[in-house]
């Protein structure tokens, strides 16, 4: 699907839980109350609605705020923040100290050696690939 629709579905959906009609006359209203720049159209509003135009990252941030939603939620779904969540708790998990101490060093080591060592490390991924 396209992105413009998804992130439409989205909006009217959380406009929904957040108990309101999702029609473009209510969330203009709404969105220029608390935008601080300057106001949204009708139009732009409508295209946001009906998947024709995805807001501006500082719009739809204040599109989450009002929403009460997650902007990155709003923006790319659910499916980011799973993703996210479960690399972190892959990091959280296994990574031990030595890992930690490795990645320390690995950081402070100038940039040119760096990839060399990332050269590496990615060379002995692709032959040791499960």
Do not use: C
Not at 69 to 87: K, N
Not at 110 to 120: G, H, S, T, Y
């Amino acid at each position: 699907m396209d992105q413009k629709l998804e992130f439409a579905n989205r909006l009217r959906a959380a406009m929904v839980a957040a108990g309101l009609e999702p029609r473009p006359g209510v969330l203009l209203n709404l969105f220029n109350t608390h935008y601080w720049g300057r106001s949204v159209t009708f139009q732009a509003v409508s295209r946001w609605l009906r998947g024709g135009a995805i807001p501006e990252q500082d719009k739809l941030i204040t599109l989450a705020k009002v929403l009460k939603i997650e902007p990155e939620v709003l923006r790319f779904g659910e499916g980011v923040r799973q993703s996210v969540q479960e690399h972190r708790q892959r990091w959280d998990e296994g990574v031990g100290y030595l890992e930690r101490e490795t990645f320390d060093a690995f950081l402070q080591l100038p940039a040119p050696q760096r990839k060399i060592i990332r050269e590496v490390i990615l060379t002995f991924a692709q032959v040791h690939k499960p």
